[in-house]
C-alpha cells in the first residue's frame, strides 16, 4: 500500500509511468481516460492521497498531493487533471455533513463534478427532484460519485435569503442516475473525457446534499491539518497540472536540441543564442512559479496542525500563486514552443501538444487571467467577484 509521503507517492507515480506512456495517446484519440491509465492509478492508491485516513486515504499534506499531480502530469497531462480533480473532491466532503461517510464509501475513492452552472432542486420527501447539466465534468465516465450544484425551487420561484439571494445547495449523485454527454471535442487536455453531465428530474436524497457554503469547522473524521486549508489545495491544485506540462516540454526541448539543426544554420540547435535565452527563460519561469505556490502552502501548516482554519489573507495569496502559476507554466511552453522552431508543430514530437494543453488549463475559471482582478480587488479591500473566494 502507497504511504503517503512524498517519497512514496513519486515513487508509485514512477512504477505507473509505464503504463502512462504506453497508453496516453488512446486517451487523447478517444476523449477520455484509457482504462489502463485509470486502473494504474488506483492500484498505486493515487486517488487517496486527500482522502481522509479515517476513510481508508492517505491524507497527505497539501504540498505532497500537488507535486504529486505535477509528477503524473509531467508524463500525460489528461491523468494528471483527472487524478487532480478527483483528489481534489475529497476536500469538498464538508459540504455534506450528513452524507459524508457515504461520499467516501466507494471502492476506487474517485469523484467528479464541477460547480457551474447550478440546476433546479425541487423538494420533495426526503430530499429533492433534481434536473441540470454540468459541463466539464473532468473523468465522469469512471467517476462513482458526481457533485454539483443546484438552486432550491419553491414554487414559481427560487427559495431566497433574507437578503434575496437564492438559496443554493451542493450535491452528489451515482453517474448511472446522470446522462453523460459525449462531446468533449477540444483543443488540448483532450483525455480529460470533461463532458457534460445532465440530471433530468432525478430524485436525490437530502443526506447527499449541503448548503453551498463555507464551513466553520470540518466534520467528524476530517479534522486534520489538510482540512483547515478547506478547498484551496483543490483550486490551487490546477497549477501543478501545467507545471508538469510545462516541465515535460522543457526537459523535450533539452533532449532534441542536440541533434536538430535548425533549417539554414551551420550549428545545433543548442548552440543559438536565442534558444539558449529561451530555455532558460523558460525553466526560470516554472521553477519561481512552484516556488510561489508551495511556499503559500507551506507557511500555514504549522498553524493548520494547531487547528487553524486558512484565513481569507492566506485564500487570497494561494489563489494567487495558483493564478500565476498557471500563467507563468504557459509562458514557458511558449518559449519552448518557439526555440522548438518547426518542431513545435509536428506531431512526432510532444511539444505542440504541450502548447494546446497547457493553453486549455489556462482557460480555467478557477484560476483564469480574470481571476488576477478578483485577488486585486481582494487586495484593495474590495469584495472579490469570484464567488468561492470565502470558502
Given at each position: 500500500?502507497?504511504?503517503?509521503?512524498l517519497?512514496s507517492l513519486?515513487?508509485?507515480?514512477?512504477?505507473?509511468a509505464?503504463?502512462l506512456r504506453e497508453?496516453?495517446?488512446?486517451?487523447?484519440?478517444q476523449?477520455?481516460?484509457a482504462?489502463?491509465?485509470?486502473?494504474?492509478?488506483?492500484?498505486?492508491?493515487?486517488?487517496?492521497?486527500?482522502?481522509?485516513?479515517?476513510?481508508?486515504?492517505?491524507?497527505a499534506?497539501?504540498?505532497?498531493?500537488?507535486?504529486?499531480?505535477?509528477?503524473?502530469a509531467?508524463?500525460?497531462?489528461?491523468?494528471?487533471?483527472?487524478?487532480?480533480?478527483?483528489?481534489?473532491?475529497?476536500?469538498?466532503?464538508?459540504?455534506?455533513?450528513?452524507?459524508?461517510?457515504?461520499?467516501?464509501d466507494?471502492?476506487k475513492g474517485?469523484?467528479?463534478g464541477?460547480?457551474?452552472?447550478?440546476?433546479?432542486?425541487?423538494?420533495?420527501?426526503?430530499?429533492?427532484?433534481?434536473?441540470?447539466?454540468t459541463?466539464?465534468?473532468?473523468?465522469?465516465?469512471?467517476?462513482?460519485?458526481?457533485?454539483?450544484?443546484a438552486?432550491?425551487?419553491?414554487?414559481?420561484?427560487?427559495?431566497?435569503?433574507?437578503?434575496?439571494?437564492?438559496?443554493?445547495?451542493?450535491?452528489?449523485?451515482?453517474?448511472?442516475?446522470?446522462?453523460?454527454?459525449?462531446?468533449?471535442d477540444?483543443?488540448?487536455?483532450r483525455?480529460?473525457?470533461?463532458?457534460?453531465?445532465?440530471?433530468?428530474?432525478?430524485?436525490?436524497?437530502?443526506?447527499?446534499?449541503?448548503?453551498?457554503?463555507?464551513?466553520?469547522?470540518?466534520?467528524?473524521?476530517?479534522?486534520?491539518?489538510l482540512?483547515r486549508?478547506?478547498?484551496?489545495?483543490?483550486?490551487?491544485?490546477?497549477?501543478?497540472?501545467?507545471?508538469?506540462v510545462?516541465?515535460?516540454a522543457?526537459?523535450?526541448?533539452?533532449?532534441?536540441?542536440?541533434?536538430?539543426?535548425?533549417?539554414?544554420?551551420?550549428?545545433?540547435?543548442?548552440?543559438?543564442?536565442?534558444a539558449?535565452?529561451?530555455?532558460a527563460?523558460?525553466?526560470?519561469?516554472?521553477g519561481?512559479?512552484?516556488?510561489?505556490?508551495?511556499?503559500?502552502?507551506?507557511?500555514?501548516?504549522?498553524?493548520?496542525?494547531?487547528?487553524?482554519?486558512?484565513?481569507?489573507?492566506?485564500?487570497?495569496?494561494?489563489?494567487?500563486?495558483?493564478?500565476?502559476?498557471?500563467?507563468?507554466?504557459?509562458?514557458?511552453?511558449?518559449l519552448v514552443?518557439?526555440?522548438?522552431?518547426?518542431?513545435?508543430?509536428?506531431?512526432?514530437k510532444?511539444?505542440?501538444?504541450?502548447?494546446?494543453?497547457?493553453?486549455?488549463?489556462?482557460?480555467?475559471?478557477?484560476?483564469?487571467?480574470?481571476?488576477?482582478?478578483?485577488?486585486?480587488r481582494?487586495?484593495?479591500g474590495?469584495?472579490?467577484?469570484?464567488?468561492?473566494?470565502?470558502?
Open positions: 500500500m502507497t504511504e503517503g509521503t517519497e513519486l515513487g508509485a507515480v514512477e512504477q505507473i509505464p503504463i497508453h496516453g495517446a488512446r486517451s487523447e484519440k476523449c477520455r481516460l482504462q489502463e491509465i485509470v486502473e494504474a492509478m488506483v492500484g498505486g492508491g493515487l486517488y487517496r492521497v486527500w482522502t481522509p485516513k479515517a476513510y481508508g486515504g492517505l491524507e499534506d497539501p504540498v505532497t498531493g500537488l507535486k504529486m499531480f505535477e509528477a503524473v509531467k508524463v500525460d497531462s489528461a491523468a494528471g487533471w483527472n487524478l487532480m480533480l478527483s483528489a481534489g473532491g475529497a476536500t469538498f466532503g464538508p459540504l455534506f455533513p450528513n452524507g459524508v461517510d457515504e461520499w467516501f466507494k471502492p474517485i469523484f467528479g464541477a460547480l457551474n452552472p447550478p440546476g433546479k432542486a425541487i423538494p420533495v420527501d426526503g430530499g429533492y427532484r433534481v434536473t441540470s447539466r459541463p466539464f465534468v473532468s473523468g465522469c465516465h469512471d467517476a462513482e460519485w458526481i457533485a454539483g450544484p438552486l432550491i425551487v419553491d414554487g414559481d420561484d427560487f427559495r431566497r435569503t433574507e437578503s434575496g439571494m437564492p438559496v443554493q445547495i451542493a450535491l452528489f449523485y451515482p453517474p448511472q442516475d446522470a446522462e453523460i454527454i459525449d462531446h468533449w477540444t483543443l488540448g487536455m483525455g480529460t473525457g470533461s463532458h457534460d453531465v445532465a440530471l433530468n428530474d432525478v430524485f436525490v436524497p437530502e443526506h447527499r446534499t449541503g448548503p453551498l457554503a463555507p464551513w466553520k469547522t470540518p466534520p467528524k473524521g476530517m479534522e486534520g491539518p482540512y486549508y478547506t478547498i484551496w489545495p483543490a483550486v490551487a491544485a490546477l497549477a501543478p497540472v501545467a507545471f508538469g510545462a516541465a515535460a522543457i526537459d523535450e526541448l533539452v533532449e532534441f536540441a542536440v541533434n536538430k539543426t535548425p533549417a539554414y544554420t551551420p550549428s545545433p540547435l543548442r548552440e543559438r543564442p536565442v539558449q535565452s529561451q530555455i527563460e523558460a525553466e526560470a519561469k516554472l519561481s512559479a512552484r516556488a510561489y505556490l508551495y511556499q503559500a502552502f507551506d507557511e500555514f501548516w504549522d498553524e493548520a496542525k494547531q487547528g487553524q482554519m486558512l484565513p481569507q489573507k492566506q485564500k487570497t495569496k494561494v489563489h494567487l500563486a495558483a493564478t500565476h502559476g498557471i500563467q507563468a507554466a504557459a509562458e514557458a511552453v511558449d514552443h518557439k526555440a522548438a522552431g518547426t518542431s513545435g508543430i509536428r506531431r512526432e510532444s511539444i505542440e501538444r504541450h502548447f494546446r494543453d497547457v493553453h486549455v488549463i489556462t482557460q480555467h475559471a478557477f484560476t483564469s487571467a480574470s481571476r488576477y482582478q478578483s485577488v486585486g481582494s487586495m484593495f474590495l469584495p472579490s467577484d469570484w464567488p468561492f473566494a470565502p470558502f
